[in-house]
């Protein structure tokens, strides 16, 4: 994990690029996986946990209608969170985790069920996760694949 922030980093302030973290299930993981590199204070502008649905409305701008259509755990609120985090901090970058790290499902959703994003310059991507393992494994497992999804938005690699 510490190498893939590291490299993403590093490609952020060769780009002059800020960025902010939309995080729920993994619960600031992310943020801190940015911040324990060295020179981060250039590019991270901040980090929000909105573990809550209702916070996601509330702080991140994810439409009220979407998250009671759609439920919290859907590609399409990674999404929103994103874009919401990177205007609401101003941000040329927004990256988001939402999912079930378990032990229990959620939403009708199994544990390791995973959806992350990456806002930037016009242009949004998504992933969906499916991750095995306890709790643990399923929270560092999103915040590995963030910045892997991060790195190929940045370097236009994104399938």
Do not use: F
């Amino acid at each position: 994990m510490t190498g893939s922030a590291e490299r993403a980093v590093s490609l952020l302030t060769e780009r002059r690029l800020t960025i902010a973290v939309a995080e729920s299930l993994t619960g600031g993981m992310l943020c801190a996986a940015l911040a324990a590199v060295p020179g981060v204070s250039a590019v991270l502008r901040g980090g929000i946990v909105a573990y809550a649905t209702d916070v996601k409305a509330a702080l991140l701008g994810v439409p009220a209608d979407m998250l009671a259509a759609l439920g919290a755990v859907h590609p399409d609120v990674a999404g929103a969170m994103a874009d919401g985090v990177r205007e609401r901090l101003g941000a040329a970058v927004g990256m988001a985790t939402t999912g079930v790290a378990g032990p229990d499902p959620a939403e009708g959703k199994p544990p390791g069920t995973v959806y992350i994003a990456v806002s930037a310059e016009g242009r949004r991507a998504t992933r969906t996760l499916a991750l095995s393992g306890d709790r643990e494994r399923i929270r560092c497992g999103t915040v590995d694949q963030c910045l892997r999804l991060l790195w190929e938005v940045l370097t236009e690699e994104v399938a």
